[in-house]
């Protein structure tokens, strides 16, 4: 009733609805983001401008330079008089200053596998294949698990087709590690599991240390199965920097992962042992490291040990990564709230099987960005091995420079460094984001 005499008392009702129309062009798709965020004043339009025409002047004048390049000379004067000519020539107009990319044309081989014998490029391209499907099936969860009996055989494959030798010494080595799951598997029932843990760490280092280097020998001797042997020496570039970067990654990991449960133990020598390790390495710089590993440490060595200075670079940069790995994890650890522990205890599981099952995944799961951050800055710091004469690809620049035919060309050789180490982190950084959104990461 109300209604019907509102309609009587006004002069016309519509009775259908205004058909759709377009917004007005200037307040809706590009126009309208680009009136909002480059033109929305005065100033802010004058801004974009020259913004834009620096942006014009860069990109045209780096383009040329690396489009542009000259790949076919044997030195940089070469590549100058390549220049000159095509100029005089009138290809090129005149003032045009182009790469030298010849130079990774000629030294790409060193830039990549160092010293590394030419005919045996094989194997640390075979070794890089064999540890990516090592890593496979714990990188991704659709590849089949029984590759998991492959990835524990991978690192010791890895290191026989790099260094090559005897096969003994690599399968001896892998038996230490049987060792120390025997121990764990046979000792808690008898020591307990406590000392079994301690006697698993102890047992495989006396046997790496004092029956491996012999028992190889002699089986080898026996039976000498192996390929050509190569020195540390001849390793460099950037296989140099894998082999650190990813034997750093591998083994800082769980050795980080155990620094962060010794740190937060009621145990007070594993507490104090683990607060120490990780405030001392963190508190010293990683070259100083590196230092200590090349000079101080032969002081401390029996007079005629041959300690090889690769091995104690990645061991000394192990350490470094994995006092930061630990409290990285250990931040992780601490943002789990108590109820989970307790919940853990409650349903009657020991130490290890709710760290295993309930906590560490957790952990982990929150702990991913800082991980994977850990692990860039790792592979980056690979680069420091310079300062103690290990050829990496800086150092191979810097060799290549001090060359007659090289002298004087720089950022042709840095622009290749960068991009492949920009390809390697950045390549992380999306594995890393993709963990995170298979994971969920932002709900729990």
Request: net charge negative; glycine share 8%.
């Amino acid at each position: 009733m109300a209604s019907d005499t509102h309609a009587q008392t006004v002069a016309y009702v519509r009775d259908t609805m205004i058909p759709e129309a377009e917004p007005p062009a200037m307040e809706s798709g590009a126009i309208k983001w680009l009136r909002e965020n480059l033109f929305s004043s005065t100033l802010n339009a004058v801004l974009t401008v020259l913004s834009i025409l620096a942006i014009y002047w860069a990109v045209t004048h780096t383009v040329e330079w690396l489009v542009f390049g000259i790949w076919d000379a044997g030195s940089l004067s070469e590549c100058r008089e390549i220049r000159d000519m095509r100029i005089a020539e009138g290809i090129w107009p005149e003032g045009r200053n182009v790469a030298c990319w010849a130079v990774l044309s000629d030294r790409w081989n060193q830039l990549l596998f160092g010293f590394y014998p030419q005919d045996l490029y094989w194997r640390p391209v075979a070794a890089l294949v064999v540890f990516f499907i090592g890593v496979a099936p714990i990188l991704f969860d659709s590849v089949p698990r029984k590759l998991f009996y492959f990835t524990a055989l991978a690192p010791f494959i890895c290191y026989w087709l790099l260094w090559g030798g005897t096969i003994w010494g690599p399968i001896f080595v892998a038996l230490g590690f049987v060792l120390a799951w025997a121990v764990i598997r046979f000792g808690q029932g008898i020591v307990g599991p406590l000392a079994a843990t301690i006697a698993a760490f102890v047992v495989p280092i006396l046997y790496w240390i004092f029956v491996v280097g012999p028992l190889a020998g002699a089986v080898g001797a026996v039976a000498p199965i192996g390929i050509e042997f190569v020195e540390s020496n001849d390793f460099g570039g950037f296989m140099l920097a894998f082999i650190i970067g990813i034997t750093g990654i591998v083994m800082s990991f769980p050795l980080g992962i155990l620094l962060a449960l010794g740190r937060q133990s009621d145990l007070f020598i594993i507490n104090k042992t683990c607060v120490i390790f990780i405030e001392v390495i963190r508190g010293v710089p990683l070259i100083v490291w590196l230092f200590t590993a090349s000079l101080l440490l032969n002081y401390f060595l029996p007079p005629g040990t041959n300690f090889d200075l690769l091995l104690r670079v990645i061991i000394m940069v192990t350490f470094f990564a994995s006092a930061y790995m630990a409290e990285v994890i250990r931040g992780g650890l601490a943002a789990l709230p108590r109820g989970q522990y307790e919940g853990a205890d409650s349903l009657g599981l020991d130490y290890w099987q709710s760290m295993q099952l309930i906590i560490l995944p957790q952990a982990l799961k929150i702990s991913i960005p800082g991980i994977v951050n850990t692990f860039i800055g790792l592979f980056k710091d690979t680069t420091l091995v310079v300062f103690v004469g290990l050829s990496d690809p800086i150092g191979f620049t810097n060799l290549i420079r001090a060359t007659t035919d090289w002298n004087g060309i720089y950022w042709e050789l840095f622009i290749f460094v960068g991009a492949l180490f920009f390809v390697c982190c950045f390549a992380m950084s999306r594995y890393s984001q993709y963990l995170e959104r298979k994971l969920a990461t932002d709900r729990r």
